[in-house]
């Protein structure tokens, strides 16, 4: 049995360490625009949308009414040409007012589903960049000094005279 290891290169383990200094330095804000991606994303939903879409709903809803109080003023002084225009422009306002209320139930349905699927990915993201926060430098501070250990047993192995003939002295 050999009472001594084979070290011929801790290149290797060099090059793993800066690679992995590298993927690390690199991950972590990739990880940090996603969750605030997503953050953005919620809000846009939750706010920005949700309020153009409620203001668009009470617009519409006054439009619908005027134009029901005008087919209904029409309708009294017995314009029947104009009745049949302005009975149209109810129906636009009605459809109009119908939109608006589907795009916010769908917008609210979208926000409940974000939630549903993006809860358990940002979970496994905010765990991934609590590895990378802590357990890297862990891992390139044990790597360094796996190097310095491997170095300082490779000196120690050329330093010793005959090492290289098994132990054995000329």
């Known amino acids: 049995m050999a009472t001594q290891a084979k070290i011929t290169s801790v290149e290797a383990i060099e090059l793993f360490r ?37 203001n668009e709903r009470r617009i519409r809803s006054k ?4 134009a029901q109080q005008e087919l209904f003023t029409a309708r009294l002084s017995d314009f029947q040409e104009t009745t049949s ?3 149209m422009t109810v129906n636009r306002a009605q459809h109009a007012v ?4 589907e795009k916010l139930q769908r917008l609210k349905r979208w926000d409940r589903e974000l939630d549903n699927r ?12 609590s590895f990378l926060t802590s357990e890297m430098p862990r891992a390139v501070a044990y790597l360094s000094q796996v190097v ?9 192995g050329a330093a010793t005279p005959g090492a290289d003939s098994g132990g054995k002295k000329p």
């Open 98 to 101: 119908r939109d608006a209320e």
């Open 85 to 87: 225009l302005l009975q």
């Open 18 to 54: 800066a690679a992995l200094i590298v993927f690390t330095s690199q991950a972590r804000p990739a990880l940090e625009e996603v969750s605030s991606e997503m953050t953005r994303t919620r809000l846009w939903l939750e706010n920005d949308q949700r309020r153009f879409w409620e």
């Open 63 to 66: 439009k619908l009414e005027q």
């Open 118 to 129: 993006s809860a358990p990915l940002l979970k496994e993201i905010e765990q991934l960049h």
């Open 148 to 156: 310095r250990t491997l170095d300082a047993y490779a000196e120690a």
